[in-house]
Structures are given as C-alpha cells and as structure tokens.
C-alpha cells in the first residue's frame, strides 16, 4: 500500500475499481464512438455521493479528503478518460470555488445540489481570445442596479451543455488587467433535459435560471468523445449581485487558485489512463505469442514496460503528495504542476507504448489503448497546457531559492 494512503483508501479503491469494470468498461467503447453523454453512469455515481466526494458533510458531501478523490478520478480514467472529466470539471472547477470563496448562502443554495449530483457544474474561464493567457479575459459584466449584465462568449469548456450551475469569468473593471476580473454563479437549464429526466439527475428548475445563456452544439473532438464540451454564449445575462462570487476584482486570483487544485485532478487523470493502458499492455504481451514465445520473454518489451512500470509509481508519488500537501492546507501549487505535467506526458507515453505492444491489435478500437492515446492528448492541454505548467513550476522555483 502506498505510504501516504489508509485502509480507507485501499478500500475505497476497491470500490471505484469494481464500478469502472462493471458499469464504465463495458460501455467506453460506445460512447468514444457516438459521443453520447453516459448519463446513466452520472446517475449512478451520483447515488454513490462522488460527485460530492471531497464537499464538507455540513454541505451535503461525503467529506472525504484530496487522496481520495485522486483515487477517485484515477480510477475512472483507468477505463474512461469521458467519466473522469465529467467528475473532475464538476467537482474541481465548479463546485470548489463556491465551497472555497462563496458566501454562506451562496454554499448553502447551491453546493448541496452539486454534491448530490442532483445537477453538474461547470467553469466558464477559457475565451476564443483568452486560453493560457487567462487574464485576457474579454467577457463583459456591467453593473446594473443590484445586478449585473454579462455578455460574452467562453469556448471549450466541459458540462457546459450538461451542466446547470456555471461558474464564470467576466471583466468588472476594464483597463486593470487581472485585477479587473470577477466571478459569478450562473444559472441555465440542461441543453439535454431529455435524457435528463430518463436519468432522474441533471435538472432542477427550481434553480434561479437568467436568460440570454446558451450553448453550442457538442465539439467533435480527438478524445474525452463522451464527456460534454461546448462553446457558451451569454448575450445581456442578468445576474443578481448576491451571485458574484467573491469580492470584485479577486476573479482572477480565485480561479488561479481553483487552476492548482483541478492540475491534482488532471495528473490523477492522467495516471488513470497510463495505468490502464500499461495494465492492457502487460496482459497482452503475456499471453500474445510470436516466434513460439510469449512477447513479454523478449527483452525489449519486457525492459519497456518496466520502464513503464515504475515512472507510473512515480507519477503516482508526486500525485498524492500534491494531494497530501493541499488537504493539510499547505502550499501545493508547484508540486501540483509537476505532477500535472509529469503525468500527462506519462499517459501519452503509455498509451502509445500499449499501442505498440499490441501492434496491429492495438491500432483498432477492439482495445482500448487507442481510445486511450488519443484521450491521453488532452492531459497535456487542459488546465494549463504542459508549457504553462513549466511557467509556473519555474515561477515557484525563483521564488523558493535561498
């Protein structure tokens, strides 16, 4: 067992692992293929409070800590990168800055939902104009009376059709830069309501819904196919001000700091998928012969994937030390983009050594581990692309020197 991990995790583990071969591995292949959101499976973890994993008790979560929801997000990825996103953009980017900078009745109206999975969050920061450099943030918030108008458009960004309770970034002072960015809790009703109601989870009108919000039609993307990404449009959105999270002008600081805690997600994400991959690759290369042996009696291959084996172990180390060091409230922000950055390469390369071991098998969709490379991809992109991670681990190391 792992040095930094209980006989809570260990069993929690278990848990995820039995439902990702039960109810995720069997349909993967499907929804990688039709796009289809698994709404099913967001129903049924939902029942089990994942979507609430690390959301304190008093707010309808389970309340369990950052290594536990690491374990959470790895082990989905281990079968499907689309249900991992699905928890981590929610649980991460959606629901944990109102936990972290709402007002106690912000917390109270809207987290309990969130933790319950009873709807899906999602975070409106990336802009057409506005990816790696988020302070160039171009949507627009007017005050208005006791409300603000929100016009704008956000781009890429996950549960954003799905989802019902957004967390967005807009301009409140023009001219300042960073310091003129403010965030704000915005209502929509699911693009998809439905499937949603099939389900039983995903909708709840009584919501304090604004109008002017929409979104478009699905990204046809390279991977992640059957999680939810779309392009958001607000036009004159009228959102009270007891909705603006945090004070204003402290948006852009708040989501730096929401940026840090999702990269622990992403590596746990990305561990996942080069798990998985390496699990596939080692059972096939014992079981596949040519030449009259098994593929893993070659020395190449069997060197390869112990290479593999142990930067997986590695990657996993600096994962759960950034989650270790984030639930004891203790600086993290470098050690969670190492762990970004390392694990995300870590998948891709993986993934394609997977690919290889299987060959020509490897290179249809009868194995997952082209799912997988392709999926792998997009660890290195989202939140924070694997060139800002380096921007900001040399940041922290400048300022660390004796």
Not at 44 to 69: I, K
Not at 165 to 172: P, Q, S
Not at 232 to 243: A, I, S, T, W, Y
């Amino acid at each position: 067992m792992h040095p930094l991990l209980q006989r809570e995790h260990s069993d929690f583990r278990v848990e995820v692992r039995q439902f990702g071969l039960e109810r995720i591995a069997p349909v993967a292949r499907e929804g990688d293929e039709t796009g289809r959101f698994p709404w099913e499976n967001v129903r049924a973890m939902a029942e089990r409070g994942w979507f609430g994993l690390p959301v304190p008790a008093e707010l309808g979560g389970m309340g369990r800590d950052a290594l536990s929801y690491a374990i959470l997000i790895e082990e989905l990825a281990r079968h499907d990168a689309s249900h991992a996103i699905t928890v981590s953009a929610h649980s991460n980017l959606a629901t944990g800055p109102i936990v972290a900078f709402g007002t106690e009745e912000q917390r109270s109206r809207f987290v309990p939902a969130l933790a319950a999975g009873r709807v899906l969050g999602a975070f409106g920061l990336t802009e057409p104009d506005a990816g790696s450099d988020a302070s160039g943030t171009r949507t627009r918030a007017l005050r208005a009376g006791d409300d603000y108008r929100i016009s704008g458009s956000k781009i890429f960004i996950t549960n954003a059709g799905v989802g019902e309770i957004l967390v967005v970034t807009a301009v409140t002072t023009p001219g300042i830069g960073s310091s003129g960015i403010s965030s704000f809790i915005i209502c929509k009703p699911t693009a998809d309501p439905e499937a949603a109601d099939r389900a039983g989870v995903g909708h709840l009108p009584s919501l304090p819904y604004s109008d002017g919000v929409t979104t478009g039609a699905p990204e046809d993307k390279l991977g992640w196919r059957a999680s939810d990404t779309r392009a958001l449009f607000l036009e004159d959105v009228r959102v009270p001000k007891d909705q603006r999270l945090g004070a204003e002008g402290e948006g852009f600081r708040n989501f730096m700091q929401t940026l840090d805690a999702g990269r622990i997600g992403i590596a746990a994400l990305s561990l996942g998928i080069a798990q998985g991959a390496f699990d596939i690759a080692l059972r096939y290369t014992t079981r596949r012969r040519q030449f009259k042996r098994p593929l893993w009696d070659f020395q190449e291959v069997r060197f390869g994937l112990a290479d593999l084996a142990a930067e997986i172990e590695a990657a996993r180390h600096l994962t759960y030390a950034a989650a270790w060091l984030k639930e004891r409230g203790r600086s993290f922000g470098k050690e969670a983009s190492m762990a970004k950055l390392i694990a995300s390469r870590l998948a891709a390369k993986s993934a394609r050594t997977a690919v290889q071991c299987l060959g020509a098998a490897g290179y249809t969709s009868r194995y997952p581990v082209e799912r997988m490379m392709r999926d792998a991809k997009a660890c290195e992109i989202g939140e924070g692309t694997a060139e800002i991670q380096k921007l900001v681990i040399g940041r922290h190391l400048v300022r660390e020197q004796p």
